[in-house]
C-alpha cells in the first residue's frame, strides 16, 4: 500500500496530461466536427466531395500514423510545413482525427430529423440558421448522445498513442515505474485510473440522456 | 350561415393571387396551370382524388416547393412572376420571406418541434424571427392556448397529447404568427375519427373570425358548411371551382360528379 502511495504523485501528473489531450481535443473536435457535417451536407458538390475525402483520409489511416507525421514529417512538407513541439502537434493530430469522426455522428444525426421539421420551422418564418441553431440541432444533440459516448470514451484510451511522442501521459508514468522498479503494479494502478474517469464519463452522459429524456420523439 | 357573408366581401385586391402554375417532378407534371384568386377572409376547400396535386398546390403558395412557370401574388405582393417569354423569377430572398410571412401552414402531420413545450412551440417562432421579448409573447401565446382548449398543456411536450391535440397547437403556432392566410394541408387526416371533429371545430371558429383560409380537406361536410369557394382539383388541373353550396349540389362536370359520389 505504501509503495502504490510512493508511485501515485507521478502517475497522477500523468493524469493529468492524459486529461490535458483528452479535454483540448474534445473542445475542439466537436465543434470541428458539427462544421465539417454541416460542410459535408452542403448544397455545393465540390464542398461534399472535399469534406468526404477529408473523412476518408483521417477514419482511414491509423491515428498513430497522422501523429507521427505531423511531428516528424509535416516539417519537411513544401509551403504549409510547420516544425510543432510534441505537445501541439499531439493535440493537432487529435483534433483533426476525431473531428472527422464526430462529423459523421453529427451528419448522421443531422439527417435523421424528418423534413417535416425543416418545413415547420420554414412556414413560420424561421431562416436556414435560424432552423439548425434553435430546431434541429437540439433534437440532434438528443440522438447522437449514445455514439458521442461512444467516441468520448475511445478518446480517454486513445490520448495514450502520445507515448510516441515521448510525452509524460498516464501510460508512459506507468511504463517508467515499471522498467524502473521490476512490478508491473504501476499498470494496475494506470488501469484503475482510466476506468475511474471512464466510469466519470459514463456517469456524466447517463445524465445527460436523462436530461434529455424528459421529451419523447 | 358565414360562409354567406364571406362570399358577399369582393375584396379589391385579392389576399392571394396564383395564376397559371406549373410544376413538375423530374419528367412527371404534377400542376399544370393551375389559378386561384381568394379575397379576404374567404375559406377555400379544395378537394379531388390522390395524386391530384393539392398538396404541391399549397406548398407552391408558401414556397416549401418552386414553380417552374406562373405567378403568385399575396396581398398585392409579388413573390413569382413569369414573363411572356416564359422566364420564371423569384424575388429576392430576403422579400421571399416577408411575403410568405404573411401565411401560416398546418401540415397532415403536425410537425410539431418534440423538444420543446407546448407553450415554447408558440413562442419560439415570434421570438426568433420577430425577436420579440419572452414576456411580452407569453400572454398572447396563453390566450391562444386557451383559444384551442388547451391552457392546461402549456408545459406538456407534443409527446404527450393526443393527435386532435396536437393539431390544435399546431394551429395556435401558426396563428402565433399573427398570419393573414392559413394554409391547411390535410389537417384531420392523420387523426383517429372521434378526433377531427376538435380540430375541424377550431378551424370553423377561425371560419367565423374571418381568418382567410386555404384548406385542402378530404371532410366535405366541412367543405360544404364553413367554405366558400369549392376547388375541385384533378390531375394538376381546377376541374371546377365554384361556391360550396352550388358544387355540392349540382356538380357540373363529370370527373367532379363521379368523385363526389364516391366520396359521399
Ligand atoms: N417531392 C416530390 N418528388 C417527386 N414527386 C412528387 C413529390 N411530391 C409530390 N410528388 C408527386 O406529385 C403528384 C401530386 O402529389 P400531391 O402530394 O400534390 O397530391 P395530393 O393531391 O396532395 O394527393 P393526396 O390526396 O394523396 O395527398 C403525385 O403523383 C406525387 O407522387
Ligand atoms: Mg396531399
Excluded at chain 1, 472535399?50 to 509535416?74: D, E, H, K, N, S
Excluded at chain 2, 395556435?172 to 389537417?187: V, Y
Aim: charged residues 20%; contains cysteine.
Amino acid at each position: 500500500m505504501d509503495y502504490v502511495l510512493n508511485i501515485l504523485p507521478p502517475l497522477i501528473e500523468g493524469t493529468g496530461v492524459t486529461l490535458q489531450v483528452f479535454v483540448i481535443t474534445l473542445m475542439l473536435s466537436v465543434p470541428l466536427g458539427l462544421a465539417l457535417a454541416l460542410l459535408r451536407l452542403s448544397r455545393i458538390a465540390p464542398v461534399r466531395a472535399a469534406v468526404g475525402g477529408y473523412i476518408w483520409l483521417m477514419r482511414g489511416t491509423p491515428l498513430m500514423l497522422q501523429m507521427l507525421f505531423i511531428y516528424f514529417a509535416l516539417p519537411f512538407v513544401p509551403v504549409i510545413g510547420v516544425r510543432l513541439p510534441d505537445f501541439p502537434a499531439a493535440i493537432v493530430a487529435f483534433v483533426l482525427n476525431y473531428a472527422a469522426y464526430f462529423a459523421e455522428i453529427f451528419r448522421a444525426g443531422i439527417q435523421s430529423i424528418e423534413r417535416g421539421q425543416y418545413e415547420g420551422a420554414k412556414v413560420l418564418g424561421l431562416s436556414y440558421a435560424q432552423t439548425m441553431r434553435r430546431i434541429v440541432l437540439p433534437q440532434v444533440i438528443k440522438r447522437i448522445l449514445p455514439p458521442v459516448s461512444n467516441e468520448t470514451i475511445t478518446l480517454i484510451k486513445d490520448t495514450s498513442l502520445i507515448y510516441v511522442l515521448a510525452m509524460n501521459d498516464l501510460l508512459r508514468a506507468a511504463r517508467g515505474i515499471v522498467q524502473r522498479d521490476f512490478t508491473t503494479s504501476p499498470f494496475v494502478v494506470a488501469a484503475a485510473f482510466y476506468l475511474i474517469m471512464t466510469l466519470v464519463l459514463t456517469y456524466g452522459f447517463q445524465h445527460l440522456e436523462k436530461k434529455y429524456a424528459v421529451y419523447d420523439e | 350561415m358565414q360562409s354567406m357573408t364571406n362570399e358577399a366581401t369582393p375584396a379589391p385586391t385579392p389576399m392571394l393571387r396564383a395564376v397559371d402554375l406549373h410544376k413538375r417532378f423530374g419528367a412527371i407534371e404534377v400542376l399544370k396551370g393551375v389559378s386561384l384568386e381568394v379575397g379576404r377572409g374567404e375559406v377555400i376547400a379544395i378537394i379531388g382524388p390522390s395524386g391530384s396535386g393539392k398538396s404541391t398546390f399549397l406548398r407552391c403558395l408558401i414556397h416549401l416547393e418552386t414553380v417552374q412557370r406562373g405567378c403568385i401574388e399575396v396581398e398585392g405582393r409579388t413573390l413569382v412572376s413569369t414573363d411572356t417569354g416564359g422566364e420564371c423569377r423569384y424575388v429576392a430572398d430576403a422579400e421571399i420571406r416577408t411575403i410568405c410571412g404573411a401565411m401560416g401552414m398546418v401540415f397532415q402531420h403536425f410537425n410539431l418541434f418534440p423538444h420543446l413545450t407546448v407553450l415554447e412551440n408558440l413562442i419560439e417562432a415570434p421570438m426568433t424571427v420577430k425577436g420579440l421579448r419572452r414576456e411580452d409573447v407569453v400572454p398572447k401565446a396563453e390566450a391562444l392556448l386557451a383559444k384551442v382548449g388547451l391552457a392546461d398543456k402549456r408545459d406538456a411536450y407534443p409527446s404527450r397529447l393526443s393527435g386532435g391535440q396536437k393539431q390544435r397547437v399546431a394551429i395556435a403556432r401558426a396563428l402565433a404568427m399573427e398570419p393573414d392566410i392559413l394554409l391547411f394541408d390535410e389537417p384531420t387526416s392523420a387523426l383517429d375519427p372521434e378526433l377531427t371533429g376538435e380540430v375541424l371545430r377550431t378551424m370553423r371558429e377561425l371560419a367565423d373570425e374571418h381568418m382567410t383560409m386555404i384548406v385542402v380537406t378530404h371532410e366535405m361536410a366541412f367543405a360544404r358548411e364553413v367554405a366558400s369557394r369549392v376547388i375541385f382539383m384533378d390531375g394538376g388541373l381546377v376541374v371546377e371551382a365554384r361556391p360550396a353550396r352550388e358544387l355540392f349540389a349540382s356538380p357540373e362536370h363529370p370527373r367532379t360528379r363521379a368523385f363526389l359520389e364516391n366520396m359521399l
